[in-house]
């Protein structure tokens, strides 16, 4: 839909200063926008939800206000489609939209910090703990607002009973393992996510502290128990930070091929690297070279997809409530880039910002740049629902109003839009 200004503004132009033309990918219309409507040559000004048009090249479709993604565009992580190429790792999206879009269900991995060390007595089950419980979040996700791909973080002190060696623990295995059946049941893809930040009780996997074999026998035993479940995506890592990368990068082959001898054999793996698996650094540290020699068992690299993070406030912390950037010029636009030249694929499975009119601006641009180059990238899924209530900064919970539940402005203005096509 073209935002134009009528006639009799347009009139006026030759007693008015002209306003500024505004670049690709910004923003150039919307409620309560003030700035120019105007966009620079060769782009159009087109809506994006009621609060946020943005200029795009003129030959940009954009999908119907009303349309919802329907199941023939929406391949299960094990693909359905072809990838862009046959070494590559994931099926791409529907032009102009990525395949996967949701949020992260968060409470298994409360008590975790980047040290490693996870205080289990701090887990929250958001099944049983969270106001409106998980289950009922997805559901009202999935079947409401048309989202179809959810992230599980845990805790794998949670999971192991705080023994690295360890099996799984009986009863807190079963506890998680019914938030991951709530998920399948309405979803596309469901991210079981080791949130460890590449450490063990403040010691770095395969660097000191727990061994490789240990960290690839912990996956082992996780994937054996979801090997038949094409909706399983593996998160190998939340955020590894500080670390050697090339060695980082054995101990996710040490993973990758536990898993794929587990049985799970097509399911997406996720390969996170250091800096927080930074989009904007993924390819200036070493990050993308090192992930790129990483296998499947019969030397390929299908459904292996970078993960990746980008939040929008000042400091990429995701603390904040407002934002600053979108993230294009300095993340997206040049890993989109080196994806493309290497026929790689990248899931943002950690993004999103305050339920502030910063946010929605600077998310919206940055998700509408990620649905055009979904050839590239496979998702996003923004922080965070589960066990987090209204007080939490950057807030995805849906709203509770007796039966009825309601989407939080980021939600409802940006994601929804961006992946669904309606508010």
Known sequence: MFFTKIAALAALTSTVAAAPLQQEWYQCGGINWTGSTECASGLSCQKQNDYYFQCLPATTTVASAAAAPSSSSVASPSGTTSAPSSSSTASSGSAGKVKY???NIAGFDFGCDTSGNCNTQNTLNPLTGATPPADDQMNHFANDD??????????MQFLFNNDIDGDLDATNFAAYDKLVAACTSVA???VIDFHNYARWNGEIFGQGGPTNDQFAAAWSKVATKYADNSKVVFGIMNEPHDLDVPT???????????????GATSQMILLPG?????????????NAAALSNITNLDGSTDNLVFDVHKYLDSDNSGTSTECVTNNIDDAFSPLADWLRENKRMAFNTETGGGNTDSCVTDLSQQLAFVNKNSDVYVGYLTWAAGGFDQTYALVDTPI?????????????????PAFSGSA
């Open 146 to 155: 048309g989202l179809n791909a959810f992230r599980l973080p845990v805790g």
């Open 248 to 262: 980082w990068a054995g101990t996710v082959q040490a993973a990758v091929t536990a898993i794929r001898k587990a």
């Open 274 to 286: 250091d800096g927080y698996t930074s989009a904007a650094t993924f390819v200036s540290n070493g």
């Open 400 to 416: 509770v109003s007796g039966s009825t539940l309601t989407d939080n402005e980021i939600v409802a203005k940006v994601l929804v």
């Open 188 to 190: 596309d893809a469901c």
């Open 101 to 103: 879009g949701g949020v």
